[in-house]
């Protein structure tokens, strides 16, 4: 099974950069399976899709998101993934049109819209303390949860490649 990891956000803006930096640490630990690629896409939106015209058979995004939660909560989302075909066109094309920025639902849609959006897609996400702040880096709550939110990537990657074999 072909499994991609993006790790999406802007590393200058805080809490923001954690999907970066989960990349970094499953990068660092090593141990993935083969069939695994481990991809910094940063604020790439158009590159992650690029990477995604390889062929994928799942998509595990690690970002910052927003829930409401405590600073630091880890999450596992399967995202609903907009039908491109029943979007107003016009606006569908203005969504695209900063899509260089990596904005998970907009990079997505497009990935789906150019049929290279594997069939499972998982977002691993952790509520931010802030991002505001030009320059900062991550919060202590959420510096603690990237450790976490590999774990939880490690687990998925066993998880889809048991259901690979069964």
Known sequence: MRILIAGVGNVLRGDDGFGVEVAQ???????????????????AGVALVQELMDGYDALILADAVERDGAPGTVY??????????????AAF??????AHYTEPSKVLTLARALEVLPPKVFLVGCQPAGYDELGAELSEA???AVEVAARRIESLVASLNIQEQT
């Not at 993935?32 to 690629?37: A, D, N, Q, R, Y």
């Not at 596992?76 to 066109?89: G, N, Q, S, T, Y």
Request: glycine letters at 12%; hydrophobic letters at 45%; zero cysteines.
């Open 25 to 43: 640490a499953l990068a660092r630990r090593g141990g993935l399976p083969e069939g695994v690629t481990v991809f910094e896409a940063g604020i």
């Open 76 to 89: 596992v989302i399967e995202p609903d993934v907009a039908d491109p075909a029943r979007l107003d066109p």
């Open 93 to 98: 094309h203005s969504s695209l049109a900063d």
């Open 142 to 144: 959420v510096r603690g």
